[in-house]
């Protein structure tokens, strides 16, 4: 049974496109530990030595995001990836707090490698989830919101068998029905790169989130690594 696929229109408009993808089954979702916590923090504060003074713009992983969001017809600057809002929010306000284990590991793997991690919780997906353009006639539920709204025709957006938008404007936000929460056990979990020889960051990148999975959250972990020539699991 496929879990997550990008659509082939996708696949053509963004040849840089790689994944990382797991699919998560029986996992436990608790009050981040103290080993997490510290290892979060600490790799908030390598980050902020690492970018320093540069702007989040020159990141290269940052600038190819911009690039494909702006490619749909959106504003990079008003729709930021969900990268770079972390990272904007790391640089200017110190900190990010602490979540939850599986949002904590997302975040901790995203502002590492400059790149989107999002977590969707499955207990209310009709699998599989599909990247592609919308018709503008997806359903949407926005965090925090019970009004249902609809996608931008031609917005990059994630969405399941049913028509229900998990993510608007590809990285930008997920939807209320797929956040993770203290009761996500099953999740598909992704982490994107557009930029030039991407390949190699999302490799690491999805090895980190399976160790710091297997560690901290338990369960079972199917992963791949997606793109033109392997685009779905």
Same mark, same amino acid.
């Given at each position: 049974m496929t879990s997550f696929q990008y659509d082939e229109g996708i696949i053509k408009n963004y040849p840089n496109l790689v994944a990382g993808v797991i699919v998560a089954r029986g996992m436990t979702n608790?009050?981040?530990? $103290?080993? &997490?916590?510290?290892l979060y923090l600490d790799e908030q504060t390598a980050v902020k030595a690492r970018i320093?003074?540069? +702007?989040?713009?020159?990141?290269?992983?940052?600038?190819a995001w911009r690039r494909a !969001?702006?490619?749909?017809?959106?504003?990079? @600057?008003?729709?930021?990836?969900?990268?770079e809002a972390l990272l904007r929010r790391l640089t200017k306000r110190g900190d990010i707090p602490c979540i939850n284990t599986l949002v904590d590991i997302g975040n901790l793997v995203?502002?590492?490698?400059?790149?989107?991690?999002? !977590?969707?919780? @499955?207990?209310?997906i009709a699998l599989p989830i599909s990247v592609h353009y919308s018709d503008g006639g997806? $359903?949407? =539920? *926005? &965090?925090?919101? /019970?009004?249902?709204?609809? +996608?931008?025709?031609?917005?990059?957006?994630?969405? /399941?068998?049913?028509? =229900?938008?998990?993510?608007r404007r590809w990285c930008w936000?997920?939807?209320?029905?797929?956040?993770?929460?203290?009761? @996500? #056990?099953?999740?598909? #979990?992704t982490?994107?790169?557009?930029?030039? %020889?991407?390949?190699?960051d999302i490799e690491k990148a999805l090895?980190?989130? @399976?160790?710091?999975?297997?560690? $901290?959250?338990?369960?079972?972990? *199917?992963?791949?690594?997606? %793109?033109?020539?392997?685009p779905a699991i």
């Amino acid at each position: 049974m496929t879990s997550f696929q990008y659509d082939e229109g996708i696949i053509k408009n963004y040849p840089n496109l790689v994944a990382g993808v797991i699919v998560a089954r029986g996992m436990t979702n608790a009050p981040t530990p $103290n080993a &997490l916590r510290d290892l979060y923090l600490d790799e908030q504060t390598a980050v902020k030595a690492r970018i320093g003074a540069t +702007p989040l713009s020159e990141l290269p992983t940052l600038g190819a995001w911009r690039r494909a !969001i702006s490619a749909f017809g959106v504003s990079p @600057t008003k729709y930021r990836s969900a990268a770079e809002a972390l990272l904007r929010r790391l640089t200017k306000r110190g900190d990010i707090p602490c979540i939850n284990t599986l949002v904590d590991i997302g975040n901790l793997v995203s502002i590492r490698y400059g790149l989107p991690v999002a !977590i969707f919780d @499955t207990r209310q997906i009709a699998l599989p989830i599909s990247v592609h353009y919308s018709d503008g006639g997806e $359903n949407y =539920m *926005d &965090l925090g919101s /019970d009004t249902i709204v609809h +996608p931008e025709p031609g917005e990059v957006i994630f969405s /399941d068998e049913k028509r =229900m938008v998990v993510a608007r404007r590809w990285c930008w936000r997920q939807s209320a029905t797929s956040a993770s929460n203290e009761a @996500t #056990i099953d999740a598909v #979990i992704t982490v994107e790169a557009q930029h030039e %020889n991407g390949q190699g960051d999302i490799e690491k990148a999805l090895a980190d989130l @399976t160790k710091l999975l297997e560690d $901290n959250a338990g369960g079972r972990h *199917d992963s791949a690594v997606l %793109n033109a020539d392997n685009p779905a699991i």
